[in-house]
């Protein structure tokens, strides 16, 4: 049974490569993909890869290889390794190890991605230079790949910059990108909208035998109009050498027949061959690829299951191993499941009532030997945690609720032992870039350290660390904390920010972890810092908690712990206003009053609160009918007893608050004798 390269996907007549070029001649009717290649890797899950090291059998080259990986969902990765121990040596091998960090992901754990990386390494060799030219492209649409360039000059040991690239070849980085630009004007189709090439780059370069120089460029085809979003954009990959222009669109190439970027003859060989030795014409690597083959328990077990719960005889249109989960640690598993080495998942499709339907099975491995344990039901498309079963994932959550209805689980893990000690899951990575993008200057890119470009082009901010700090349960939901250490780049060089930043996200019941709910400064516990965001509190500790009821309310936030409407009147000419539209309020329950600042959409923040009520407390316990004593037990040396903002000229009472001087969140305990018999939470903004 052969194995797809894209799970859930139709089998269509023809090649894979017919199938793409077909898809690529209709590149001007669908709407605008997303661009993204230098420096991205597919967030993926669980692989297994075996990395072999080679050496060249040119001589003049300098350089050796690290890594070479190929598996059966197209993942091919080529990185070699300087020999040479000069200083210019040493800065080419921190950018092979930057690259190939980029791709570590894949390459531990092969399943549970798309496939089609591709990180395919040109060794263009010549009596001075090594050349090492790679071709990164992805299972992506809207283009035709990318190219990064390393040239080594061993003569001076040095890299050679593009800068003097352009001088030995007597021209201009402008010069080339127009020329690009008016090179794919002349060969774009006719088509129903006008259509114009635009924002072409120089990606690399390597110089020849000669000493000619041949660069690489990328440039976009798309509307001709910029009001206009009729078309797909496409990023095109051009060389030029000599005054001639080639476009290099091996994506369109059919069949096994790939282009080659360079010539075979310019190239080193090597003992272990290079993709480019045997892929453009259809062969294999040396060795085969890792995952070629379902083990056939898999295949005669599915089958089984299909005839007996399908009623189906024939077997699937697709069967592809789509998770593998060989760490096993932090589940309790009944007892005759607690010794398997890991759980595989299989996703079969067949036909049912004229439609497609995929389902996940759930296989055990012990050694060689495989046992089906279940159906998880209809595939839905959910966000897969590599490696760990016991991890913070929809997929690994349906999983693992599914398996406690079985019996094979005997308690469902805690939230915080399976975000402790692992790494941020990968949905929520997204989710922290996403809420980057949209909380940092337009102009800003935002990636982490494992995705960030080679060579950053403007203002980039890189998440370096990604450390979990804990989480309080926030309802039905917990707010989990991360402390994030970021660096920028600008002009050139990457600086560490001076201070470390809080995430807050909100993780539900079905371990879904893509929202981020706020970022903090460092507060004094994670428990303080889920609160404020979770809440919309200005202090986690200035707030009360009504009796029976799971959120409190303070300043910042709404009073939500009501089912009785409150008495509301309507504050005309109180101040400040921010915004037009907005107003100022008071509202008021038996026993609480809550000054509060409306925005013009209807939502609202509490500037002040005040209550006589003996069902409300702090977080610390204290509530009306407490004494002295206890709420100094409670506060201890951050209670002061001087005035408060002259706000209650010759009342008994005590205040706390975060910042000595009394800025910001406030709670206030006033007495009547020995009690507490009035509590006031106060909001004074600088």
């Not at 020999?83 to 992901?105: F, I, M, P, R």
């Not at 690489?216 to 797909?232: N, S």
């Not at 309080?472 to 002009?491: A, I, K, M, N, P």
């Not at 201890?636 to 000229?649: F, I, M, Q, V």
């Amino acid at each position: 049974m052969n194995v797809p390269h894209t799970r859930l996907s139709t089998r269509m007549s023809g090649s894979a490569k017919e199938t793409e070029q077909r898809l690529r001649n209709l590149f001007a009717r669908h709407k605008r993909p997303a661009l993204l290649l230098v420096g991205m890797v597919t967030l993926a899950i669980g692989l297994c890869g075996g990395l072999v090291a080679c050496r060249s059998t040119t001589q003049a080259g300098s350089f050796t290889m690290d890594t070479q990986y190929y598996d059966a969902l197209g993942n091919y990765i080529e990185i070699p390794r300087l020999t040479a121990e000069g200083e210019g040596a040493q800065e080419v091998n921190q950018a092979l190890a930057a690259l190939k960090s980029q791709y570590q992901t894949v390459m531990d754990a092969p399943v549970n991605t798309v496939g089609g990386q591709r990180c395919l390494l040109y060794p263009a060799v010549t009596e001075r230079y090594d050349n090492l030219i790679f071709y990164l492209d992805s299972a992506s649409s809207g283009n035709d790949g990318d190219i990064y360039t390393l040239v080594y000059d061993r003569q001076e040991d040095r890299v050679v910059t593009l800068t003097e690239a352009l001088e030995l070849a007597g021209t201009t980085e402008d010069a080339l990108c127009r020329g690009a630009e008016e090179y794919l004007n002349g060969e774009l189709p006719e088509a129903e909208v006008a259509l114009a090439a635009q924002d072409g780059a120089v990606t690399g370069f390597r110089i020849r035998d000669d000493g000619g120089v041949e660069f690489y460029l990328t440039c976009m085809t798309d509307d001709a109009d910029p009001a206009v979003d009729a078309v797909d954009g496409w990023q095109h990959l051009l060389a030029y050498a000599d005054g001639n222009w080639r476009h290099y669109n091996c994506k369109a190439t059919l069949m096994l027949t790939e282009e080659l970027l360079i010539p075979a003859e310019e190239l080193a060989g090597f003992d272990t061959p290079l993709w480019y030795q045997w892929g453009p014409s259809g062969g294999e690597p040396e060795g085969g690829f890792v995952m070629e083959q379902i083990p056939p328990q898999v295949e005669e077990q599915v089958l089984q299951y299909m005839k007996d719960s399908l009623g189906y005889s024939e077997p699937p249109m697709e069967l592809i191993l789509c998770a593998s989960f060989h760490d096993l640690s932090r589940l309790d598993l009944a007892e005759e499941w607690r010794d398997m080495d890991a759980l595989e998942c299989y996703g079969i499709t067949y036909g049912a009532n004229g439609t497609y339907v995929g389902e996940d099975l759930l296989f055990f491995r012990k050694g060689e030997q495989y046992t089906f344990v279940g159906s998880l039901g209809e595939y839905d498309s959910e966000q897969v945690e590599p490696t760990r079963l016991a991890a913070v994932g929809t997929y690994n959550y349906r999983i693992m609720y599914w398996m406690l209805e079985q019996g094979i689980l005997t308690a469902f893990p805690e939230a915080d032992a399976m975000l402790r000690d692992a790494p941020m899951p990968l949905a929520a990575q997204s989710a922290a870039v996403a809420y980057f993008y949209s909380n940092r200057p337009a102009d800003m890119s935002i990636f982490f350290a494992d995705q960030a470009p080679l060579q950053p082009e403007g203002r980039t901010m890189r998440i370096d660390e990604a450390t979990y700090l804990g989480l309080r349960q926030l309802y039905e939901t917990y707010g989990v904390v991360y402390q994030l250490r970021c660096s920028g780049w600008e002009d050139g060089n990457w600086y560490a920010y001076p201070e470390p930043l809080w995430l807050v996200f909100q993780l539900g019941q079905g371990g879904d972890m893509t929202t981020v709910l706020d970022e903090s400064v460092p507060r004094e516990t994670v428990e303080q810092a889920a609160l404020e965001q979770g809440y919309h509190l200005v202090d986690g500790e200035i707030a009360l908690w009504r009796d029976g009821y799971p959120n409190p309310a303070g300043p910042g936030s709404e009073v939500g712990f009501f089912r009785e409407e409150p008495v509301v009147t309507v504050l005309e000419g109180a101040e400040p206003i921010y915004q037009e539209g907005d107003w100022w309020q008071q509202m008021e329950w038996e026993g609480l009053s809550a000054l509060c600042y409306c925005n013009a959409d209807g939502s609202y923040a509490i500037q002040r609160l005040e209550t006589t009520r003996t069902d409300l407390s702090t977080d610390r316990g204290i509530r009306v009918g407490s004494t002295r004593a206890e709420v100094e037990a409670a506060y201890g040396e951050k209670l002061s007893r001087t005035d408060y903002w002259s706000l209650y000229p010759g009342e008994d009472y005590l205040w706390y608050c975060a910042d000595p001087e009394g800025w910001g969140a406030a709670i206030l305990f006033f007495f009547d004798g020995d009690q507490v018999s009035r509590i006031v939470l106060n909001n004074m903004f600088n």
